[in-house]
């Protein structure tokens, strides 16, 4: 038993010292340390009391020699208590502390003012129950009923913290994150966290607990048992019990740490996809660039050859602009689809949104721009410099499709729903035809009888905002305007 609970903290330590910085690790932590502090300090307590040798003997195989040690070392009683108080304390406030923390579900002002209540509970009940403590308070109020009343008050309090956990997380779980891993995590959590609850509430469902009475001797007291009035239940199976519990947390901590793991497979998993769907893309710009090369280099020669010619000289330049020109367009879409690595980050949907309006005011454009920001904060996992572009793009379409209307207008708006970021990109631009909508963001697909158009950017936009596990959708009616969509999901 040792051996396993050595186990589990050194697995605990090096799946997550190295994300100490977040406060749902550091909750972690004392979830798994009021577990095991609780059950040490608590089967050290027993060893005062020859009747439960049999229970740490068939749980420890302690030897009659080992157990003689125990109960002749006399651990002092007083602090054997204070440390199983201190470890239940800690475990209740750890688990309400860990569903706020990892949820996120208050703001930073909030979860302060949350944890300072947490703080003061758990300072209250650990002085309350001090052995020390109560005796003085004992016998500074001498009332029975008033002091019954407090300890009432305290177990109401923990039950509360367990109810408000568990909300938490499941109210999480089913109304706000729209991302599967997060989702699925979530679940683990509940799933684990119940069981582990369980097996504590049944061998601790009474403590903390008054251990220790005053006797009719000044300065000599007696120590109590646990009040174990379902022994014929428990001692059988509680070796087993602990054995699952460690387990539990064993499985805990290695689901917990899998977010960071998931999160770096899965921008591989994007980066993969992404140059899968681009492949072919780069195979074609490849085999282009060395059309427009050539062509550029039989310009060249003709118009050494022909320099008396005016008409065939005005001729071969605007060949080799136009040439140039489809060059640079080529570099810079297969620029656009290299740099595909996702670096997802928490951040306020706000941000690459401002950045992206920021960015199209600079240039000079012919329409008014009106931006509607959100009036709620939202938070999404969001690569700032990809989804900013991706954004750009939607904006820099709708303000070229403007550029013949004198009263062009761009309608940006930001708002959530039903646990999803949205943005909302609207112009009263020309529209796009119904037959065309479907291969809005197939690549190469375009509208624009340009040679610097390459339908590029719409398709970029979607891979983008799908590796944000986002979507987007469109819609559009001729002389009358498009909309995009985007859905970010609110973490």
């Given at each position: 038993?040792?051996?396993?609970?050595l186990?589990?903290?050194?697995?605990?330590?090096?799946f997550?010292?190295?994300?100490?910085?977040?406060?749902?690790?550091?909750?972690?932590?004392?979830?798994?340390?009021?577990?095991?502090?609780?059950?040490?300090?608590?089967?050290?307590?027993?060893?005062?009391?020859?009747?439960?040798?049999?229970v740490?003997?068939?749980?420890?195989?302690?030897?009659?020699?080992?157990?003689n040690?125990l109960?002749?070392?006399?651990?002092?009683?007083?602090?054997?208590?204070?440390?199983?108080?201190?470890?239940v304390?800690?475990f209740?406030?750890?688990?309400l502390?860990?569903?706020?923390?990892?949820?996120?579900?208050?703001?930073?002002?909030?979860?302060?003012?949350?944890?300072?209540?947490?703080?003061?509970?758990?300072?209250?009940?650990?002085?309350?129950?001090?052995?020390?403590?109560?005796?003085?308070?004992?016998?500074?109020?001498?009332?029975?009923?008033?002091?019954?009343?407090?300890?009432?008050?305290?177990?109401?309090?923990?039950?509360?913290?367990?109810?408000?956990?568990?909300?938490?997380?499941?109210?999480y779980?089913?109304?706000?994150?729209?991302?599967?891993?997060?989702?699925?995590?979530?679940?683990?959590?509940?799933?684990?966290?119940?069981?582990?609850?369980?097996?504590?509430?049944?061998?601790?469902?009474?403590?903390?607990?008054v251990?220790?009475?005053?006797?009719?001797?000044?300065?000599?007291?007696?120590?109590?048992?646990p009040?174990l009035?379902?022994q014929?239940?428990?001692?059988?199976?509680?070796?087993?019990?602990?054995?699952l519990?460690?387990?539990?947390?064993?499985?805990?901590?290695?689901?917990f740490?899998?977010?960071?793991?998931?999160?770096?497979?899965?921008?591989?998993?994007?980066n993969?996809?992404?140059?899968t769907?681009?492949?072919?893309?780069?195979?074609?710009?490849?085999?282009?660039?060395?059309?427009?090369?050539?062509?550029?280099?039989?310009?060249?020669?003709?118009?050494?050859?022909?320099?008396?010619?005016?008409?065939?000289?005005?001729?071969?330049?605007?060949?080799?602009?136009?040439?140039?020109?489809?060059?640079?367009?080529?570099?810079?879409?297969?620029?656009?689809?290299?740099?595909?690595?996702?670096?997802?980050?928490?951040?306020?949907?706000?941000?690459?949104?401002?950045?992206?309006?920021?960015?199209?005011?600079?240039?000079?454009?012919?329409?008014?721009?009106?931006?509607?920001?959100?009036?709620?904060?939202?938070?999404?996992?969001?690569?700032?410099?990809?989804?900013?572009?991706?954004?750009?793009?939607?904006?820099?379409?709708?303000?070229?499709?403007?550029?013949?209307?004198?009263?062009?207008?761009?309608?940006?708006?930001?708002?959530?729903?039903?646990?999803?970021?949205l943005?909302?990109?609207?112009?009263?631009?020309?529209?796009?035809?119904?037959?065309?909508?479907?291969?809005?963001?197939?690549?190469?697909?375009?509208?624009?009888?340009?040679?610097?158009?390459?339908?590029i950017?719409?398709?970029?936009?979607?891979?983008?905002?799908?590796g944000?596990?986002?979507?987007?959708?469109?819609?559009?009616?001729?002389?009358?305007?498009?909309?995009?969509?985007?859905?970010?999901?609110?973490?």
């Open positions: 038993m040792l051996f396993v609970t186990v589990l903290l050194i697995f605990t330590i090096l997550t010292y190295k994300k100490l910085n977040h406060a749902s690790t550091r909750f972690m932590y004392g979830i798994i340390i009021g577990w095991v502090l609780s059950f040490v300090s608590f089967t050290l307590y027993l060893s005062k009391f020859n009747y439960y040798f049999n740490i003997h068939s749980f420890f195989d302690f030897s009659p020699g080992t157990w040690y109960v002749l070392t006399k651990f002092n009683p007083n602090w054997l208590i204070r440390m199983l108080n201190v470890g304390g800690l209740y406030c750890s688990l502390g860990f569903a706020i923390a990892f949820t996120r579900s208050l703001s930073l002002s909030k979860q302060r003012f949350v944890y300072g209540g947490i703080s003061l509970f758990f300072i209250i009940e650990t002085a309350y129950y001090d052995p020390a403590f109560h005796i003085v308070l004992s016998n500074w109020i001498n009332n029975l009923l008033f002091l019954n009343t407090i300890e009432i008050a305290l177990m109401s309090l923990r039950y509360l913290i367990l109810f408000v956990a568990f909300g938490v997380l499941i109210n779980y089913l109304n706000y994150p729209k991302i599967r891993f997060i989702k699925n995590l979530t679940l683990y959590h509940v799933l684990l966290f119940i069981p582990l609850v369980v097996i504590h509430l049944f061998i601790f469902s009474w403590a903390p607990k251990l220790v009475k005053e006797t009719y001797l000044k300065g000599y007291f007696n120590y109590l048992q009040p009035g379902y014929s239940i428990l001692l059988p199976v509680f070796p087993f019990a602990i054995y519990t460690l387990i539990l947390m064993i499985y805990l901590v290695y689901k740490n899998s977010i960071e793991n998931y999160r770096k497979n899965r921008d591989i998993q994007i993969k996809s992404i140059d769907a681009t492949l072919g893309t780069r195979a074609f710009t490849h085999a282009l660039k060395n059309h427009l090369i050539g062509i550029q280099s039989e310009a060249t020669y003709l118009k050494e050859r022909h320099q008396a010619d005016s008409e065939s000289l005005y001729s071969l330049d605007l060949i080799l602009q136009s040439s140039q020109s489809a060059l640079t367009s080529i570099n810079e879409a297969a620029d656009k689809l290299k740099n595909m690595n996702l670096n997802l980050q928490p951040m306020s949907v706000d941000i690459p949104v401002g950045q992206a309006i920021a960015r199209l005011s600079e240039q000079v454009i012919s329409c008014q721009i009106d931006y509607s920001p959100g009036t709620l904060p939202a938070t999404s996992y969001i690569d700032s410099g990809h989804l900013t572009e991706a954004i750009y793009n939607l904006l820099l379409n709708a303000s070229e499709s403007l550029q013949f209307r004198e009263d062009g207008r761009i309608v940006v708006e930001r708002s959530q729903q039903n646990g999803w970021a943005i909302r990109i609207a112009d009263n631009g020309p529209g796009v035809p119904e037959e065309h909508l479907e291969a809005i963001f197939d690549p190469f697909f375009t509208t624009k009888a340009s040679v610097n158009n390459w339908g950017g719409l398709s970029y936009c979607h891979k983008i905002i799908l944000h596990d986002g979507k987007i959708v469109v819609e559009s009616k001729e002389d009358v305007g498009t909309t995009f969509t985007v859905f970010l999901p609110i973490i």
